[in-house]
């Protein structure tokens, strides 16, 4: 099975510290999204990809934190001077987009568990 | 600004009957799209039904359906003979037509009983 796939699952850091994760998108999905999710509630979206352009990013996204996809495959997401409020699950997601794509399922990985302490 | 709520945070259902989650969404556009997604304990999201605003007739896969009121925009999941398995956080997802995100509600907890 290649589904999304996020690395690592758990993280536990101490606050200011960077923090990183990888993520690798169902092979050949040409557009990539970052979610972040708090113990009860919904993902909210961060951001996402278009093959390497980034192509929106959510208020959410302070300056602290910069997402990358240089070839158009994998996706990292670095936290940078992590504060306790940067403690979730950070979810990435992938589709394949083709035509208008309007209605293009998106899929989950299983999500990265960032504890800030 | 698009919302979906979920009033309800926590429901059960007992094996074998027939539970519905509700989700109510706000929105302008004409053209949308709304998806059940159910999230077990191994966190992993995972599609359970999609809806086409444009499609009148309620979308059905296999034991899971829907209730796609238009004009009162509301979306509700029905499972039918309900599995052990099928215990987890299902959330209601909205995404317009020209939007790439999704918007999800705060998730309802389901629990199985045996």
């Known amino acids: 099975d290649t589904g999304v796939s996020q690395d690592p699952r758990h993280k536990i850091t101490k606050r200011g510290q960077n923090v990183t994760f990888r993520c690798d998108p169902i092979?050949?999905?040409?557009?990539l999204y970052w979610y972040r999710q708090t113990l009860g509630q919904g993902p909210e979206f961060l951001t996402y990809?278009?093959?390497?352009?980034?192509?929106?990013k959510s208020r959410l996204l302070s300056d602290r934190f910069s997402a990358e996809r240089p070839k158009g495959s994998f996706s990292t997401l670095e936290i940078q001077r992590t504060e306790q409020g940067d403690s979730a699950m950070y979810l990435c997601?992938?589709?394949?987009?083709?035509?208008?794509?309007?209605?293009?399922?998106?899929?989950f990985g299983e999500g990265s568990w960032l504890t800030v302490v | 600004a698009q919302t979906v709520t979920q009033s309800q945070p926590e429901m059960s259902v007992q094996e074998a009957e027939t539970v519905t989650l509700s989700c109510t969404y706000d929105?302008?556009?004409?053209?949308?799209?709304l998806f059940w997604y159910k999230q077990p304990p191994s966190r992993q999201m995972i599609l359970v039904i999609r809806?086409?605003?444009?499609?009148?007739q309620n979308a059905t896969e296999n034991r899971f359906s829907v209730n796609f009121q238009k004009a009162a925009k509301s979306f509700s999941l029905k499972i039918s003979d309900s599995q052990l398995g099928d215990a987890a956080m299902y959330f209601c997802?909205?995404?317009?037509?020209?939007?790439?995100?999704?918007?999800f509600g705060s998730g309802t907890q389901l629990t199985v009983l045996p």
């Open positions: 997601a992938s589709s394949l987009v083709q035509g208008a794509g309007a209605g293009n399922t998106i899929y």
């Open positions: 092979s050949e999905h040409n557009r």
């Open positions: 990809f278009q093959n390497e352009a980034q192509l929106e």
């Open positions: 929105t302008s556009e004409s053209d949308y799209y």
């Open positions: 809806q086409e605003a444009y499609k009148q």
């Open positions: 997802a909205y995404k317009a037509g020209s939007a790439r995100q999704l918007t």
